[in-house]
C-alpha cells in the first residue's frame, strides 16, 4: 500500500512537472513569438524608415536631375540661341556678300554693258567713217568722172589718177595701221580688262574665302569656347555630383550609423526588457510552481488524510464484516453440522425407500446449497462493502481531484493573469521604448535630411553660381569672337577696297599706258604718213616737172620741126607762107600760154587741200587722231622743220605749207615724260588678270597732278 502511494505520488509529481515543462514551452513559444513579431515589426519600421530615406534620396536625385535637366535645356536655349545669332549673323553676311556679288554682278554688268556700247559705239563710228570713206571714195569717182568728162588733157588725167591711187593706196595702208593699231591697243585694253576682271574675280573669291575663313573662325572659336564651357560646365557638374554624392554619401552613413545606433539601442533595450520578462516568468513559474507544489502537497496531504480515513473506514467495515460474517460462518458451521448430523443418521438407516432416499439426498443437498449461500452472499457482501468503499474512496479522490485541479487552475489563472499583465506592461514599455527611438530616429532623419537640404541647396546655389559666372564667360567670349570677327570683316573689307581701288589705279594707269602707246603710235603713223604724203607730193611733182620737161623738150622738138617744115613749106609755097607763119606764131602762142596755164595750175594744186586724195588722207590721219588725245596733251614735241621751198623754175608748184605742218587735227604732238595725262576714266568692265602684277600698299604712283596714291 506503501509503495502504491510512493507510485501514486511520483506519478502526479511527473504529472506536475510535464505540465509546468509544458507551460513553460508554451511560455518560451508565446515569448519567441512575442519577440519574433516585435522583431518583424522592428524589421518593418526600420524598411518603413529606409523606404523614407530612399524616397528622400530619390526626391533628392530628381530634383538634382530636374534642375540639371532644366540647366542643361537652359544651356541648350542659350546655345540655340547663340547659334541662332551667329546663323542669323552668317545669314546676314552672306546677304550681304550675295547682295555684294549682285551689286558686283550687277556692276560688271553695267560694264560688260558699257562696253558692248562702246564697242557698239566704236562699231557705229568704223560704219560711220566707212560710210564716210565710200561716199569720199563715191564723190571721188564722180569728181573724177567729172574730170575725165571735162576732158582734160592726157597727162594731167593721168598724173591725178596716179598721184590720187597712190594717195588712196596710202590711205589705205594707214587705215589698215590705224585700225591694227586700234585694234592692239581693243587687244591690250581687253587684256587689260580681263586681268583686271579676273584679278577682281580672284580677290573677290579670296575675299569670300577670307570671309567664310573668318566666319569659320568664328564659329571655330565659339565651338571651342562652348566645348570649354561645356568642358567647364561638366567638370563643375561632376564636381558637384561629387560633393552631392560626398553629401549624400555622408548623411546616408550619418542615417545609417543613426538607425544602427538607434537600432541596436532599441535591440539591447528590447533585450534588457526581454530578459526582464524572462526573469520575471521565471520568477512567475517558480512562484506557480511553489504553489503548484504546495497544493500538490496539500492535495497529497488531504488524500493521504482521506486514505487514512478510508483504510480506517474500510477496516472498520471489513471488521464489521468480519464480525458478521464470523456469526454468519458460525451459524452456517451450525447448520453444517446439523446437516451433517442429518445425512450421518440418514446414512446410517440405510436406503429406504426412494421417496425418502430422495427427501434424504435433498435435505443434503439444501444444507450445501445454503452453504453456498451464505458463502456467496458473503462474498457479494464483501464485495459490495469493497465496491462502496472503492466508489466513496474514488468520490473522495475525485472530490480531491477536483479541488486540486480548482486550486491549479486557480493558481494557473492567477499566474497567467499576472504574467498577462507583465506581458502587456512589457509591451507597454517596448512600444514606448520603440516610440522613443522612432522619434529620436525620425528626429535625427528630419535633421540629417535638413543638413542634407542645406548642403544641396548651397552646393545648387554654387552650381547656379558657377554656370551664371560660366554663362557670361561664355557670352563675354562669344562678344569677343564676334567683335574680333566684325574687326575683322571690316578690315578684310577695307582691304579689299583698298585693293579695289588700287587695281582700279593700276588698270587707269595701265589703260592711260596703252592709249598713250596707241596715241603715240598714231601720232608716229601720221607723222610718218604726214612724211610719205610730202614724199610722194615731192616725187609727183619732180615726175610732173620732168615729164613736163620731156613734154615741152618733145613739144619744142615737135615746134622745130613744124617750123622747119613750115619754113620748107614756106619756101616750097609762097603764097601760103604768111598764112602758116601767122599759124605758127598762133600755135607756139598757144603753146606758151597753156604751159603757163599748166604751170599755174600746178602751182595751185600744190597748195590745194581739197583735192580728192588729199582730202581723203587728211580725214585718215584726223580719224586716226583722237580729239581727246589732242586736249590733254599738255607738252608736245616742236613742229619738225619744213623745207624750203625748192628754188625750181617757174614751172615748180611750191609746196603748201599749211597742208604739210602738223597741227593739233592732222598730227599730235608725243607726249614727253614730263608730261602728265590726265587719269582716264575708269571703264565699266570688271576683267581681271590671274596672275596680277602685286602692287605693294606703299609704292608710290604718280597720278593726277602728280598726286601719289597710295
Not at 519577440?35 to 524589421?43: I, L, M, N, P, S
Not at 613744124?562 to 605758127?584: F, G
Request: aromatic share 0%.
Amino acid at each position: 500500500m506503501g509503495d502504491a502511494e510512493k507510485q501514486q505520488v511520483v506519478d502526479d509529481g511527473s504529472v506536475v512537472k510535464e505540465e509546468l515543462q509544458r507551460k513553460s514551452n508554451q511560455r518560451r513559444a508565446s515569448a519567441a513569438s512575442l519577440g519574433e513579431q516585435d522583431r518583424r515589426v522592428q524589421e518593418d519600421k526600420m524598411a518603413t524608415a529606409r523606404e523614407e530615406l530612399v524616397r528622400k534620396s530619390n526626391q533628392t536625385l530628381v530634383s538634382k536631375q530636374v534642375d540639371e535637366e532644366q540647366a542643361r535645356i537652359a544651356s541648350e536655349q542659350q546655345a540655340a540661341v547663340v547659334r541662332e545669332q551667329l546663323q542669323r549673323g552668317a545669314s546676314q553676311r552672306r546677304a550681304s556678300l550675295q547682295a555684294d556679288a549682285e551689286q558686283a554682278r550687277r556692276v560688271a554688268e553695267a560694264k560688260v554693258h558699257d562696253e558692248q556700247l562702246k564697242t557698239e559705239r566704236s562699231n557705229n563710228q568704223e560704219k560711220a567713217r566707212r560710210a564716210s570713206t565710200i561716199e569720199q571714195q563715191r564723190r571721188i569717182d564722180e569728181m573724177q568722172k567729172v574730170l575725165d568728162d571735162s576732158k582734160r588733157d592726157r597727162r594731167r588725167s593721168s598724173t591725178t589718177a596716179k598721184m590720187g591711187a597712190e594717195e588712196e593706196k596710202l590711205a589705205r595702208m594707214i587705215e589698215a595701221k590705224k585700225d591694227e593699231i586700234i585694234a592692239v591697243k581693243e587687244r591690250k585694253l581687253a587684256q587689260i580688262r580681263a586681268d583686271l576682271a579676273l584679278e577682281e574675280e580672284r580677290a573677290r573669291r579670296l575675299m569670300e574665302d577670307k570671309k567664310f575663313q573668318v566666319a569659320e573662325d568664328l564659329e571655330r572659336s565659339v565651338n571651342q569656347v562652348k566645348a570649354t564651357i561645356m568642358s567647364d560646365m561638366e567638370q563643375q557638374r561632376q564636381i558637384m555630383e561629387n560633393e552631392k554624392s560626398d553629401v549624400v554619401d555622408k548623411m546616408d552613413r550619418q542615417k545609417s550609423e543613426a538607425s544602427a545606433k538607434i537600432a541596436a539601442d532599441l535591440e539591447q533595450a528590447r533585450r534588457i526588457a526581454e530578459q526582464a520578462k524572462h526573469d520575471m516568468h521565471e520568477k512567475e513559474d517558480q512562484i506557480h510552481s511553489a504553489n503548484l507544489a504546495r497544493n500538490a502537497v496539500d492535495a497529497e496531504q488531504k488524500r493521504r488524510v482521506s486514505t487514512v480515513e478510508h483504510h480506517e473506514a474500510a477496516a472498520t467495515a471489513n471488521r464489521d464484516l468480519q464480525k458478521q460474517y464470523s456469526v454468519k460462518l458460525a451459524d452456517a458451521e451450525k447448520t453444517r453440522r446439523i446437516s451433517e448430523a442429518n445425512s450421518a443418521s440418514s446414512r446410517n438407516l440405510g436406503r429406504g425407500a426412494s421417496f425418502k432416499a430422495g427427501a434424504g439426498g435433498v435435505s443434503v443437498q439444501d444444507n450445501e446449497d445454503d452453504e453456498d449461500g451464505h458463502e456467496e452472499s458473503h462474498k457479494d457482501v464483501e464485495k459490495r462493502v469493497a465496491a462502496q468503499q472503492d466508489a466513496a474512496l474514488k468520490s473522495t479522490e475525485e472530490q480531491h481531484r477536483r479541488a486540486e485541479e480548482h486550486a491549479t487552475a486557480t493558481l494557473t489563472t492567477e499566474s497567467e493573469r499576472r504574467k498577462s499583465t507583465l506581458d502587456v506592461k512589457h509591451a507597454v514599455d517596448a512600444e514606448q521604448s520603440e516610440r522613443m527611438h522612432a522619434s529620436k530616429l525620425d528626429e535625427m532623419v528630419h535633421s540629417i535630411d535638413r543638413d542634407v537640404s542645406t548642403g544641396m541647396v548651397e552646393i545648387m546655389s554654387k552650381e547656379e553660381g558657377v554656370r551664371r559666372a560660366l554663362e557670361a564667360k561664355e557670352h563675354d567670349l562669344t562678344v569677343k569672337a564676334t567683335q574680333r570677327s566684325s574687326i575683322t570683316q571690316v578690315t578684310l573689307e577695307v582691304e579689299e577696297e583698298r585693293a579695289r581701288r588700287m587695281r582700279e589705279v593700276e588698270y587707269h594707269e595701265k589703260e592711260e599706258v596703252v592709249e598713250r602707246e596707241a596715241s603715240a603710235a598714231l601720232a608716229k603713223l601720221a607723222a610718218d604718213f604726214e612724211q610719205k604724203r610730202r614724199e610722194l607730193i615731192e616725187k609727183i611733182k619732180m615726175e610732173e616737172i620732168a615729164e613736163e620737161r620731156r613734154e615741152n623738150q618733145m613739144e619744142a622738138g615737135r615746134n622745130v620741126e613744124k617750123e622747119r617744115r613750115r619754113q620748107s613749106a614756106l619756101y616750097s609755097d609762097a603764097p601760103n607762107a604768111s598764112t602758116e607763119k601767122a599759124r605758127a606764131v598762133d600755135s607756139a602762142k598757144a603753146t606758151a600760154d597753156a604751159e603757163e596755164e599748166r604751170t599755174r595750175r600746178m602751182n595751185e594744186e600744190g597748195k590745194d587741200t581739197k583735192r580728192p586724195g588729199l582730202d581723203t588722207i587728211n580725214k585718215s590721219i584726223r580719224d586716226i587722231v583722237p580729239k581727246k588725245e589732242t586736249a590733254k596733251v599738255t607738252k608736245s614735241r616742236p613742229p619738225a622743220p619744213q623745207k624750203p621751198p625748192s628754188k625750181k623754175p617757174a614751172t615748180a608748184p611750191t609746196p603748201d605749207t599749211t597742208s604739210a605742218a602738223p597741227t593739233h587735227e592732222t598730227a599730235p604732238a608725243i607726249e614727253t615724260p614730263d608730261s602728265t595725262p590726265a587719269p582716264v576714266a575708269a571703264t565699266n568692265s570688271t576683267p581681271k588678270s590671274p596672275e596680277p602684277k602685286p602692287s605693294s600698299p606703299t609704292k608710290k604712283k604718280k597720278g593726277k597732278k602728280g598726286c601719289i596714291v597710295m
